[in-house]
């Protein structure tokens, strides 16, 4: 795992240290998040009852014939208690399920299935077993892979804020070398839209534009870079300029982008992780 150090925003890599008990995966502590692409979706049955990040490499598995693959990322919040996320979740998608069978909270929340189909249905218990805390259907394309995003109020029913699947079809085609291919979604419960910069040494430039909570961006394809100095992800509220004092932003943060990487970032509760920090960072591919 690499963890930013951070206040609100500033960031620095200490270095990387491997989690126990995940499987091809590896987390990440960024900093960062979100044109709203939503892939798909559905309501969810919900029940009663400054800046920056951590996340997780996918392995690249050519999907099963006649499934269509998808990974599933626990980013889902918890307002109940004054907590920040949920605890351990219990995915299936058509009965089978994602490679483990109970995925933590974020940074260790991610699952992994090749069972999908036309139509796919997930279902998303609590951590008791019993609560069905979602339960939606998507139509998946064979041969595809995607990425499901478990957003949301666990404590909330309320239309809008109550746990969400949100789904977006992943895209590696045609990255250009130099290049990382980026994108973000808004899972801080009851964000307000936000836009995102993107600051470098050629200044700064407004990446996406009005991102709601549970929205989720297309991808964008940003230069590499070789230094956590040389770039910055800038969040601020919509039509808001970037403040001087970057702490003044809703988060921001240094970060390294690699070429050949696919990222995913989504924008979280302040304590959702530690520290402040906001963002989580979760590697769609790595090279």
């Not at 990387?16 to 309501?43: E, H, K, Q, Y």
């Not at 889902?76 to 004054?82: F, I, R, T």
């Not at 980026?182 to 910069?197: C, E, G, H, L, M």
Request: charged fraction near 20%; hydrophobic fraction near 40%.
């Amino acid at each position: 795992m690499k963890l930013f150090t951070s206040s609100k925003g500033n960031a620095a890599f200490p270095g990387i240290v491997a989690f126990p008990g995940i499987v091809a995966n590896a987390v990440r502590v960024l900093t960062l998040v979100a044109s709203v692409a939503l892939l798909t979706v559905g309501g969810c049955g919900g029940g009663s009852g400054s800046g920056n990040s951590g996340g997780t490499v996918d392995p690249i598995v050519p999907p099963v014939p006649g499934k269509a693959d998808v990974a599933l990322y626990h980013v889902l919040g918890d307002s109940k208690g004054n907590k920040t996320k949920y605890g351990t979740v219990y995915p299936s998608l058509n009965g089978e399920g994602f490679g483990f069978s109970d995925i933590p909270p974020m940074p260790y929340g991610y699952g992994y299935s090749s069972s999908g189909t036309v139509p796919s249905r997930i279902v998303i218990k609590g951590d008791d077993l019993t609560r069905i805390l979602c339960d939606q259907t998507f139509d998946l394309a064979v041969g595809k892979t995607y990425s499901l995003f478990l957003l949301g109020d666990a404590s909330s029913d309320a239309p809008g804020v109550r746990p969400t699947i949100v789904a977006g079809l992943r895209n590696f085609d045609n990255l250009a070398a130099g290049k990382t291919r980026i994108r973000f979604v808004n899972a801080r419960i009851k964000s307000s839209a936000i836009d995102i910069w993107f600051r470098s040494s050629s200044g700064d430039r407004k990446l996406f534009s009005n991102i709601p909570f549970g929205g989720l961006t297309d991808y964008a394809d940003l230069p590499a870079s070789t230094s956590e100095n040389d770039v910055k992800f800038i969040l601020t509220p919509v039509g808001a300029s970037i403040q001087e004092n970057l702490d003044d932003n809703l988060a921001w943060g240094n970060v390294i982008l690699k070429a050949g990487e696919n990222i995913a970032y989504a924008y979280t509760s302040d304590t959702y992780y530690l520290n402040g920090y906001r963002i989580l960072a979760y590697e769609e591919r790595a090279k």
